[in-house]
């Protein structure tokens, strides 16, 4: 298989339990990475009962290969992988994984950009691909259409207007915006432009700061504040979904190169990302992703992790 999607038209009419019955491998590459977790998730989701583990491309060497792969094992192989950062993989690692006969599970190489790696793949043309394209510029109103309607948040003509006029035009701003504005509106019937401006003139700048904070590995100040949201399922639930995307962010900000002009956040991201490793992000972005499913089961074991992690912060810090 090789494709090519928008956005919206993938969601509409790709087959929602595609990898309950593929096998084999697949790449996927993808224009920004909250498009990367949506389709992640949309892709998982249909996976039926298959057991899926996520690695890094740092993570993938022949070794791995052929441990999971080219050796019998006695229980034998069922086990699916997701692995990040694909463009990261090296020609070698890259060569064994085109020729693998995968069967009975698959291996999805998620790239985010279309430099050398991609490149050489799509010309080999030995693993199937699917793409997901970035807007036109003249398709941004329909981003946001998409956007509210995947997030069924009902917004009304005027509160789009503004939001395209006050925000940057990408999918990522817009989802964690649509997110914040549907968790604080879940049941309204069209949520107005004043209800849109008290949210994104105030929350959105608070979650800035305190992933400002994560990024900075400043620790012991960001438990201090977030500590003070103890009892807000919903309010958390947002803040740790739009961590998972800035983390994402930073564990590759080469996409930022293809950018004619960067913002503050895009120069904090790019400083920021460098104080880490990929493994350090890798576990921070699973444990906010653990948090936000504590979240959404509104499981109170939530704030004592934090506390936990609260206390941690103070005990290094001293």
């Known amino acids: 298989m090789h494709s090519k999607w928008q956005i919206w038209d993938f969601f509409s009419s790709f087959k929602r339990d595609y990898l309950k019955t593929f096998e084999g491998t697949l790449a996927i590459n993808s224009f920004d990475p909250i498009c990367l977790k949506m389709v992640k998730d949309f892709l998982t989701r249909g996976a039926d009962d298959k057991v899926i583990h996520y690695k890094m491309a740092a993570e993938v060497t022949r070794g791995w290969i052929e441990e999971e792969f080219q050796t ?37 190489l998620s790239f985010e950009n279309e430099l050398a790696t991609w490149k050489k793949l799509v010309k080999e043309g030995k693993i199937g691909t699917l793409v997901i394209e970035p807007p036109r510029f003249w398709e941004i109103n329909k981003l946001l259409d998409f956007t509210c309607a995947h997030l069924r948040l009902p917004l009304s003509y005027e509160a789009k207007t503004w939001i395209l006029d006050a925000l940057e035009n990408n999918l990522g701003t817009f989802y964690n915006a649509c997110c914040l504005i549907k968790l604080n509106h879940p049941e309204a019937r069209e949520v107005g432009i004043n209800e849109v401006k ?121």
């Not at 608070?206 to 807000?232: M, N, P, T, W, Y």
């Not at 936000?292 to 609260?310: F, G, P, T, V």
């Open 198 to 318: 008290e949210l994104l003139t105030l929350e959105k700048l608070d979650q800035f700061q305190l992933a400002s904070l994560v990024a900075r590995k400043k620790q012991k100040e960001f438990f201090e504040k977030l500590v003070a949201l103890e009892g807000d399922f919903e309010k958390m639930r947002g803040f740790f979904n739009f961590m998972q995307s800035h983390l994402i962010k930073m564990a590759d900000p080469s996409y930022l190169a293809q950018k004619a002009r960067l913002t503050q956040y895009d120069k904090d991201l790019q400083s920021t990302s460098k104080l880490w490793k990929s493994d350090e992000l890798m576990n921070e972005i699973q444990k906010f992703n653990r948090w936000e499913l504590l979240c959404k089961k509104k499981d109170s074991h939530l704030w004592h992790e934090i506390k936990e992690a609260h206390l941690r912060s103070i005990s290094v810090a001293r």
């Open 72 to 108: 019998l094992s006695l229980f034998g192989n069922s086990e699916s992988f997701f692995i990040h950062q694909a463009q990261d993989l090296n020609a070698e690692m890259l060569e064994m994984i085109s020729n693998l006969d995968v069967s009975g599970r698959f291996l999805i």
